[in-house]
């Protein structure tokens, strides 16, 4: 059978006008210049696609013709010349008798599934998907042999914009009722084939009838001139987004721009929708401001070409669409309220479960994230506090130690990005957090206001009352002995002194005579003072229980100086004076235990003797905020640094 591409000449396109619904009819459709049609039909089973030779017409052939509620779905390929808009699909139901009772059973009623795809290969690719309703008054039904050989036209809701020299794809799928597709198995459409799926809308040709065409008509409309931006139905689209066009023919000479948000039948009822009269050809864009947003806009172009009376012919253009996207608001982040804790460090670690929330009109895709800053560390990244879900505004935090931290929740979306903070300040425990607060009961105690009450608020209240009687030193020592401290270094802390340099200390008026209190330094060489605006004097004696070549480091919140004298005498404060070994310089600081933050804090290499006493002595100058003095030392060249332990300390002299 010879194949051909049937085109038929029409001037009457009312059959071909675009319906709210489907409809059915008997009579054979009128077929334009502009549509694609394969009109021949099957006489019987045999003959439609999927039919075997030699067979009764007994519906073998029902898998590859049936749009039914229990069937796959059916389609068909074809090619495009020319540029055009496709606007709808004609199909038949099949017109012969099989004369064994099953062959054309039909219940056209209900709903459609109707899409235009892309091909590759069998693979399709969706460009259009539309549920249509059949119209009442076009339902049919027939039983048995009887096929009625009808026309049922299913319309686009709105064109589908199709290129040149492309194959596309149309199937249909019900999940209600039935009807049976006219076809050939062996048919004459050179631009395409049928084709059935092995599920119902698959994304793929699983079964491709090659030599077989449905009978079908396609519904074109002239391609004179095409969208490019926006697409025809596209949505979500830009509230500044321009119209653009292509010229097809090169015959037009000018175009119309019609643009409003009223769909009236060719949208040139209402004049303020004409925006462009009789411009050139060569205008293929125009600037339509900035657009409502979540609203849907109408536009076509009508083109004109010359005519052999010295005029213009008038082609109307297709009417398009688009919806602009909704818009976009801003997220409202809350981080939830600052927490104030306790960390016990030598049990499990803090989890507290941070509160926050994020409320946003999901118009586009929104992303969360939590964020944890160290203000001890200028304000860093911090990994001491790690998130359970980063992504939660309700997650957890565990907290590794104590401090003070920053968490910053922060959402972004296509507005930008908004985030909220909360502060999480941790101490190590409730006396901690009561003393910096302000609202600690002060217990008369625990002499060094440490949260502790034991021995060493014992030897601090002796030396208190020593001092008030004016006894010797020596008797101080024999208390500290009595209290199991001899092991020890004495401290002195004058409170009321500003700045973070030993020099504010050194020029005040009480020092050295006049202390407001002190403390004894024990376990190791740190002190415990606390609070903020104090300097503290700490001294006593090293006695080195190994010989060797110590170096000396000092870590300090904020400024220190560490002496040490070559034997027992005093030093000198004075740095010129050549008994200072380290510092860490004035106007700055380290966290505790950080040797190395600064070359000063390092001193050279010092000879030790075992068993003999060298006088040391450190300054340190607290201004506001974190405060901590260590000394540690390593030995012989070693690279490891620890604190010097509490059993070299001496308050005196034996």
């Excluded at 068909?76 to 139901?93: A, D, N, S």
């Excluded at 009223?262 to 657009?291: E, R």
């Excluded at 070559?566 to 200072?580: C, K, M, R, S, Y």
């Excluded at 235990?593 to 600064?598: A, I, P």
């Amino acid at each position: 059978m010879k194949k051909v591409l049937c085109i038929l000449f029409c001037v009457c396109l009312a059959s071909m006008s675009y319906a709210a619904v489907i409809t059915s009819q008997l009579e054979a459709p009128a077929v334009s210049v502009e549509d694609i049609a394969q009109l021949e039909g099957a006489a019987n089973d045999t003959l439609n696609i999927g039919g075997v030779d030699g067979g009764t017409d007994a519906g073998a052939n029902d898998g590859s013709t049936y749009v039914a509620s229990d069937r796959n779905t059916q389609g068909q390929t074809f090619t495009v010349p020319v540029v055009t808009m496709l606007q709808g699909i004609w199909v038949r139901h099949v017109a012969y008798t099989t004369l064994v009772g099953n062959g054309t059973w039909a219940n056209f009623s209900g709903d459609i599934t109707v899409r235009v795809c892309s091909v590759s290969g069998t693979a399709l690719t969706v460009l259009r998907r539309e549920i249509s309703t059949i119209a009442t008054n076009s339902t049919f039904s027939s039983s048995g042999d009887m096929g009625t050989g009808r026309w049922i036209y299913i319309p686009l809701d709105a064109p589908v914009l199709l290129a040149s020299n492309t194959t596309y794809a149309f199937d249909l799928t019900k999940t209600a009722n039935h009807f049976e597709m006219s076809g050939l198995k062996a048919g004459p459409y050179a631009g395409g084939h049928a084709y059935s799926t092995s599920s119902k809308e698959s994304m793929n040709m699983d079964v491709v009838h090659a030599n077989g065409d449905r009978t079908f008509i396609l519904n074109l409309a002239p391609g004179k001139v095409s969208p490019v931006a926006p697409a025809p139905g596209a949505v979500n689209v830009g509230v500044n987004q321009d119209l653009s066009w292509t010229i097809n023919d090169a015959a037009i000479t000018n175009v119309d721009l019609y643009f409003g948000t009223v769909n009236d039948p060719n949208l040139s009822l209402i004049p303020a929708n004409k925006k462009l009269s009789m411009a050139p050809a060569a205008t293929t864009t125009w600037d339509t401001g900035t657009l409502a947003y979540n609203t849907t806009y109408y536009w076509k172009v009508d083109a004109y070409e010359p005519n052999s009376l010295g005029g213009y012919n008038k082609i109307q253009g297709m009417v398009w669409s688009f919806t602009t996207k909704p818009e976009d608001l801003t997220p409202v982040v809350d981080a939830g309220d600052s927490i104030i804790t306790t960390l016990a460090l030598s049990s499990s670690p803090n989890v507290l479960t941070l509160h926050g929330s994020v409320v946003d009109d999901g118009t586009t895709p929104l992303t969360v994230n939590w964020q944890a800053y160290d203000v001890a560390f200028g304000g860093g990244l911090t990994t001491k506090v790690t998130f359970a879900n980063q992504t939660d505004p309700n997650t957890t935090v565990t907290i590794s130690e104590s401090g003070t931290y920053i968490l910053s929740l922060s959402a972004t979306d296509g507005t930008g990005t908004v985030s909220d903070q909360k502060e999480i300040v941790v101490y190590d425990s409730d006396c901690d957090a009561a003393k910096a607060t302000g609202t600690r009961v002060a217990n008369y105690y625990d002499r060094d206001d440490n949260c502790v009450v034991n021995l060493l608020d014992f030897a601090v209240f002796a030396s208190e009352w020593l001092d008030s009687t004016g006894l010797t030193e020596s008797y101080l020592h024999s208390a500290t002995v009595a209290a199991g401290t001899d092991n020890a270094l004495v401290a002195e802390y004058w409170t009321g002194v500003s700045g973070t340099d030993p020099n504010s200390l050194l020029a005040d008026s009480r020092y050295p005579a006049s202390p407001n209190g002190s403390y004894l330094v024990v376990n190791q060489l740190s002190g415990s003072m606390t609070g903020d605006n104090y300097g503290q004097r700490i001294r006593g004696y090293i006695v080195p229980q190994t010989a060797g070549t110590y170096t000396f480091y000092i870590a300090s919140d904020d400024g220190s100086r560490l002496f040490l004298s070559a034997n027992t005498t005093p030093v000198d404060t004075n740095p010129a004076l050549g008994n200072q070994i380290a510092e860490v310089p004035n106007g700055n600081w380290t966290d505790a235990n950080v040797w190395t933050k600064f070359p000063e804090q390092k001193s050279a290499p010092v000879t030790l003797t075992a068993g003999q006493y060298y006088y040391v002595e450190i300054l340190h100058k607290e201004g506001t905020g974190g405060e901590n003095v260590s000394v540690g030392w390593s030995t012989d060249g070693g690279t490891t640094i620890t604190v010097v332990p509490g059993t070299v300390l001496r308050y005196a002299l034996p």
